[in-house]
């Protein structure tokens, strides 16, 4: 158990649909990861967010948004949803930014 | 361009030493990471390497060279539960946290 918690566990939704996940890093985590990981694609970087301000990004769709709030935890949100968005999501942590990442255990998201 | 290879499929059996490769070009670079991802599961922070050499911890080694653009992962005293796919990732400079990963190297461990 890393210690990152992720809800929900899994969501199945249809074509067109919005959806919101949860993160909560680490106690004592500042830094807050958002990974996509699908079969023929792996693991890709979406976004990162630091004590509450972007810090970098990745190949991020428009149709997809995160914040980060003061607690710290993390919402990512995915709207408009595709068949192509079904995947697993990741939330990672780390204390600052150039530390190891901890992942939390995903959200398997299937869009029908 | 990013890009990061690594074999796709490793055998080996029980009891034996693996070493799986990583060969990166990045835009820049500033930490080579290995994770272990379980089928289904979150990847597991392995080992970390910034600087040129070899960093060892417990069955797992893992080296770097820079220079070269490579890593590899050394697994000794292999066992059944260590099959899982190894993901290897680096971060590039100016690009806070952001983890380029490869596409992983199924390992199978065979009695």
């Known amino acids: 158990d890393s210690g990152v918690t992720q809800t929900p566990k899994h969501l199945i939704t249809a074509t067109g649909q919005r959806v919101t996940l949860r993160c909560s890093p680490r106690?004592?985590?500042?830094?807050v990861y958002w990974y996509q990981q699908s079969l023929d694609q792996g693991l890709q970087f979406l976004i990162q967010y630091y004590n509450g301000e972007e810090r970098a990004k990745g190949n991020i769709l428009e149709r997809f948004s995160a914040q980060q709030f003061p607690d710290l935890h993390s919402e990512l949100n995915l709207s408009s949803l595709e068949l192509g968005d079904s995947a697993l999501y990741f939330c990672?942590?780390?204390?600052?930014?150039?530390?190891?990442?901890?992942f939390g255990p995903g959200t398997r998201l299937t869009v029908l | 361009g990013q890009n990061i290879d690594q074999p796709t499929e490793m055998t080996a059996t029980e009891g034996a030493i693996v070493q799986i490769n990583c060969t990166y070009q990045?835009?820049?670079?500033?930490?080579l990471f290995w994770y272990q991802q379980h089928a289904g599961e979150a990847p597991t922070f392995l080992s970390y390497n910034v600087l040129d050499g070899l960093e060892e911890k417990g069955r797992f080694s893992s080296f770097l060279s820079r220079s070269k653009g490579y890593s590899y992962l050394l697994l000794k005293e292999l066992q059944m539960k260590d099959s899982a796919s190894y993901l290897c990732a680096v971060r590039g400079n100016n690009q806070g946290g952001k983890l380029i990963f490869g596409q992983g190297t199924e390992l199978s461990v065979k009695p």
């Open positions: 106690s004592g985590d500042l830094s």
């Open positions: 990672a942590s780390s204390p600052r930014t150039h530390n190891e990442q901890f």
């Open positions: 990045t835009s820049g670079f500033n930490g």
